[in-house]
């Protein structure tokens, strides 16, 4: 048996609704399975990646995050530049999210060396945006 790709990921949040703000109002990344979730059928709402998706699921435990981050292919109209980058974390900044300081650089990845920075999520989780 052949690891092929990966298929989702599990984030516990401690508030649903701000983690939907910063992943899907302020990242774009549409919405899965929020119906399944009101209806009980499912204990998470999805968000979008591609194919992949990042489960969302609400706890009440305290949520404690570490050195490990997710790192998010952006994909852009433009050519990929800095002043995209710099752009994107200016609007980020302004709705109140976290940007690591001196961010952002040029950074290799499994696609190569793009420009990216890391924010924080609204639970503290480092997340690495990367242009592509």
Known sequence: MDVVDLDH???????????????HDLLGM????RDR????????????AGGRHLHLVPTD?????????????LRSDG???RAEMDA?????RDAGVTVES????ERYG????????????PDGRRVELKLH
């Open 61 to 73: 435990e305290s949520v404690s995050v570490g050195g490990e981050h997710v790192c998010l292919l």
């Open 102 to 105: 001196g961010e952002p650089h």
């Open 30 to 33: 549409p919405i899965r399975d």
């Open 79 to 81: 050519t990929g530049t």
């Open 37 to 48: 979730y009101e209806a009980g059928e499912v204990p998470y709402v999805a968000v979008v």
């Open 110 to 121: 499994a696609y190569g060396r793009d420009w990216a920075a890391y924010v924080r999520d």
């Open 9 to 23: 990921a599990a984030f516990r949040v401690s508030d649903l609704d701000r983690a939907l703000e910063f992943y």
């Open 88 to 92: 994107l974390l200016e609007e980020l």
